[in-house]
Every structure is written in structure tokens, then in C-alpha cells.
């Protein structure tokens, strides 16, 4: 069983910029959920995808954009990058019927 | 809005001592509650959710929802429970979204 693969580690951005983030699941989940994790700070919901459709957002701009593929592999697009957007980004993969989720070891975006 | 607050930012305990980690919650409806761990450079990872009922590594939590709480103890820490330790609400509907208190780091002392 394949565990929740995030890429790329780390990647530093300036501000403006956009930036993708990649999340494979986990071998039989069909659901994707993306957090951002301040420093200090607990995950916080961004948006949960299932069956390539969003499934449920939190509070966040519409310049945080998602995809999920028909392998149920994810992406995470933020435009216009700003620099409160530095934080480690998780991505937590799941049943939809189960909430248990299954995260991802992250990525760490720098925003400059 | 659903708020899940753990008022301790750090606990240090010696190794053998009882711990107990603080979890509240503030939801209308009937919340489904957890416990994340997050070890030195490993990934988080669910500990034990109350519907389940189970003892994970002699962890037990139970939700009272009169206190709105779900506190976390073990009656003899071990050095190897020194992690971060997150609560996490589910508020149920057709996306399990969880929100997540701020976690508080445990340090278990030889």
C-alpha cells in the first residue's frame, strides 16, 4: 500500500508569483483534502475534492484553485501569491465514507 | 462555527507520570472528534477518534459533551510519546473536513 506523496519538499516564491503543489493518494482513496499549516498554528481546511469535483471549501480566496485527476491525484494552484501564504501545505487523502484521513509529509512554501 | 481550542502550548512531564492533554470544542451539532499525532520528522497521523472507543499506545479520550471536551491521558508516559499532538473536529455533512486546535507539544522527560 503506496502512502500520500506531496511534491515538490520546498519551494521558495516571490510574491506575485503562482505556484502549483502535487499530491498523489493513497492507493484506494478517492477523496482529497488540502490544509495550510502556519507556523505555530494547526491545519486549517482549504478545499476537499472527490470525483474530480470540489466536495466542501474553507475560508479561503478563490486564488486557491484545486484539481483532482481521474487517478485521484490532486493539485493545489495559488495565484497572486502574498506573503502570508508562507506555510507548509498538506494534502490528506481518504474515503469519502470514512473520515479518516491519511496526510501527506507536505510541502513548505516560502513566499519572498 | 465550529472552534477547537487546547489551551496548553506545551506540557512537560517525567517519564512514568500521568498526562493529560486538554481538548474543547465548539459545535451546535454532534461532532465526531480526534487526536492527530505528529512525531519528530514523521508525518501526522491519526491517534484515536472517539467513535472508535479504542486505546491507542494506553491513550484513551473520551468525549464529554456536557464540558464539551475530549481531553487525552495516559496514566505512564513514555519518552516516545513526546510529539505534537493535535484535537480535530469533524463536523460531519458530505465533507469531512476537520478543524484543527493549535496542538500542543508534549515533552516526556527521562
Given amino acids: 500500500e503506496t502512502g500520500v506523496t506531496q511534491s515538490p519538499t520546498h519551494l521558495i516564491k516571490t510574491r506575485g508569483q503562482q505556484v502549483t503543489l502535487r499530491c498523489s493518494s493513497q492507493s484506494g482513496h478517492n477523496t482529497v483534502s488540502w490544509y495550510q499549516q502556519a507556523l505555530g498554528q494547526g491545519p486549517q481546511f482549504i478545499f476537499q475534492y472527490y470525483r474530480e469535483e470540489e466536495n466542501g471549501r474553507g475560508n479561503f480566496p478563490p486564488r486557491f484553485s484545486g484539481l483532482q485527476f481521474p487517478n485521484y491525484s490532486s493539485e493545489l494552484n495559488v495565484n497572486a501569491l502574498e506573503l502570508d501564504d508562507s506555510a507548509l501545505y498538506l494534502c490528506a487523502s481518504s474515503l469519502l465514507q470514512n473520515n479518516e484521513q491519511f496526510f501527506g509529509p507536505g510541502t513548505r512554501l516560502t513566499v519572498l | ?110
Fill in chain 2, 1 to 110: 462555527a465550529q472552534r477547537v481550542t487546547q489551551p496548553e502550548k506545551l506540557l512537560s512531564v517525567f517519564k512514568g507520570a500521568p498526562v493529560e492533554l486538554k481538548c474543547n470544542y465548539s459545535y451546535s451539532g454532534s461532532p465526531e472528534l480526534f487526536w492527530y499525532v505528529q512525531y519528530s520528522r514523521q508525518r501526522l497521523q491519526l491517534l484515536l477518534r472517539h467513535i472508535s472507543r479504542e486505546s491507542i499506545k494506553g491513550f484513551t479520550a473520551d468525549l464529554n459533551k456536557g464540558e464539551t471536551s475530549f481531553h487525552l491521558k495516559k496514566p505512564f508516559a513514555q519518552e516516545e510519546d513526546s510529539a505534537m499532538y493535535y484535537c480535530a473536529l469533524d463536523s460531519g455533512g458530505s465533507n469531512y473536513k476537520l478543524t484543527f486546535g493549535k496542538g500542543t507539544l508534549l515533552t516526556v522527560n527521562p
